[in-house]
């Protein structure tokens, strides 16, 4: 069984920071790439950030220069965010792309989510 467990949300005030934490636990093969994606209420879930196993990064405009993805050992992906906008609040959702084993295709898994209030 894969898993994905999201940590580090909260309320902060604009102008602050927060780590994201991801986690992934369970038999796997390799992790292709990880990501960041938020969904505020009554919006779609967006693509917040983006690191593939090469090591190459993908921002949303609005986050850019403000958030960094990255990833400290084989299966934790965090993410930095910092001089947050009230914008900025959703729910944030960690996912990757999985092999579980060596002959099989990534598949996607998703985390059950972690969420990040700003206030003005």
């Known amino acids: 069984q894969v898993q994905l467990v999201e940590s580090g949300g909260g309320l902060v005030q604009a102008g602050g920071s927060l780590r994201l934490s991801c986690v992934v636990s369970?038999?796997?093969?390799?992790?292709?790439?990880m990501g960041w994606y938020r969904q505020a209420p009554g919006k779609q879930r967006e693509l917040v950030a983006t690191?593939?196993?090469?090591?190459?990064t993908a921002y949303a405009d609005s986050v850019k220069g403000r958030f960094t993805i990255s990833r400290d050992n084989a299966n934790t992906v965090y993410l930095q965010m910092s001089s947050l906008k009230p914008e900025d609040t959703a729910v944030y959702y960690c996912?990757?792309?999985?092999?579980?084993?060596?002959?099989?295709?990534?598949?996607?898994?998703w985390g059950q989510g972690t969420q990040v209030t700003v206030s003005s």
């Open positions: 996912n990757a792309a999985i092999r579980r084993v060596v002959t099989s295709a990534p598949s996607i898994y």
């Open positions: 369970g038999r796997i093969f390799m992790i292709n790439a």
């Open positions: 690191l593939a196993s090469g090591g190459s």
